[in-house]
Each structure stands twice: as C-alpha cells, then as structure tokens.
C-alpha cells in the first residue's frame, strides 16, 4: 500500500508526515508513506491524505500552479482521502477567505466566525478558534472506531466549513453554536481539526485512516 501526502507547498507538511509514518508504525502496517509533489506519484497511491494551513486564496493558487488539482480530483473520486484542516476547506465550493472557489466536491461554503462571539457566561471568545475543543459525533464512521465521543481535538482556525448537505457531517464542535468539523462522504473524509496535533486521538484517526477500506 502506497499512501500519498500531498505537498503542494503550503500546510504542516512535514507534521503531518511524521504523524502518517507513526500511524503506520502503531498499526503494524507494511505501507509506504511518501510525501510527494509529484501529480505522477499522487495517482499512482493507494491512498491520499490531504493537508494545508494558512489563506485559503494561497492555498489554492498554490494548488493550482503546482499542478496537482487534475490528480486530486481523479483520487477523490475512487481513493480513501483524508482532507486535514485547509485541506479539507478546500474540498468546498467556495470560501469567503477572498471570495475563493474550492475543488466542489462538497457542496456547501467555508465562513468566518461571526466578530463579537462570547461564551454562555459572557466571556469574549477569540478568531482564531485555537487550541482543545471537543468533537461529538454527529453519526457513526469507520474512523471514529476506538474514538470516544466527545474526544478533544486541536483546532487552529478562523473559518469553518456549512456543508450544504447536512447528512454529510459526522462531527461538530462549539464556538460557541455548533459548527461542522469532520465530514464524510464514501471514499472521502476531512476534519477541521489537525489530527497532527492531536496526539493519541488524531494518531488514532490516521490509523484507521489507513486501515480503512471504504
């Protein structure tokens, strides 16, 4: 099994390299991991993780002049395909981070959180949303297995995925309404949250990724 992680310049790449090889390592898996610029080396993989982090815009001119797009596209249609934090806003139709259009396979928006957000006891929340939160599951998913409900994650994010098809969300977290973080869709699933950061459950997560056969 060959696992692709896509570099298309932007993102914690190397991150979550590092966190795909320990997965492979704590699964006992004979998978080779590579992290690849290449559009050749992206089709030829049995699997597809998919990261990113910063502007949303620079991501996906970085995605465009990298040549990637063509593959990724074909990989999401027949591939087990992890979409990580960007990564997986980029999976949307368009974000208002400079009115910017994504790959569409989800149909749906990425916005911002609201200016002014206070918590239940009147306490100023910050944008960026970063650090711990919880993550309920909305539905069960192959990739939750051995995962609590209510597991925290890391989160370091100023916009949020709407997915236009609710039954698409398998996992929420509060800022402080309920906001979509974990999505999936046959072959296809994308947290908002970095599981590179998210020590044994994210590790988990990658874990079952590549367990996982959709």
Same mark, same amino acid.
């Given at each position: ?33 590579? +992290?690849?610029? #290449?559009? =050749? /080396?992206?089709?030829? !993989?049995?699997?597809?993780? $998919?990261? *990113? &982090? ?36 980029? +999976?949307?139709? #368009?974000? =208002? /981070?400079?009115?910017? !259009?994504?790959?569409?396979? $989800?149909? *749906? &928006? ?105």
């Amino acid at each position: 099994m060959k696992v692709a992680v896509v570099d298309y310049g932007m993102g914690n790449l190397h991150s979550v390299f590092k966190s795909v090889q320990a997965a492979r390592q704590s699964a006992g898996l004979n998978a080779e991991i590579v +992290l690849t610029n #290449r559009a =050749e /080396e992206v089709a030829s !993989a049995d699997k597809i993780v $998919f990261p *990113g &982090q910063g502007a949303m815009p620079d991501c996906m001119a970085a995605l465009s002049h990298s040549g990637l797009g063509e593959a990724l596209t074909e990989g999401l249609k027949n591939k087990p395909f992890f979409g990580i934090c960007v990564g997986a806003q980029l +999976l949307f139709e #368009r974000s =208002e /981070e400079g009115d910017t !259009a994504g790959l569409a396979w $989800f149909g *749906g &928006q990425v916005k911002r959180f609201a200016a002014g957000l206070a918590d239940g006891a009147g306490n100023k929340l910050k944008v960026p949303h970063m650090g711990w939160n919880c993550v309920r599951q909305t539905r069960p998913h192959p990739l939750f297995d051995g995962i609590g409900d209510g597991e925290r994650f890391y989160f370091v994010h100023s916009y949020y995925f709407a997915p236009q098809d609710a039954r698409i969300v398998v996992g929420e977290s509060d800022y402080p309404e309920p906001f979509a973080c974990a999505v999936a869709r046959d072959n296809v699933f994308a947290t908002q949250f970095h599981t590179e950061k998210s020590h044994l459950a994210g590790l988990r997560l990658l874990q079952n990724f590549l367990n996982w056969r959709p």
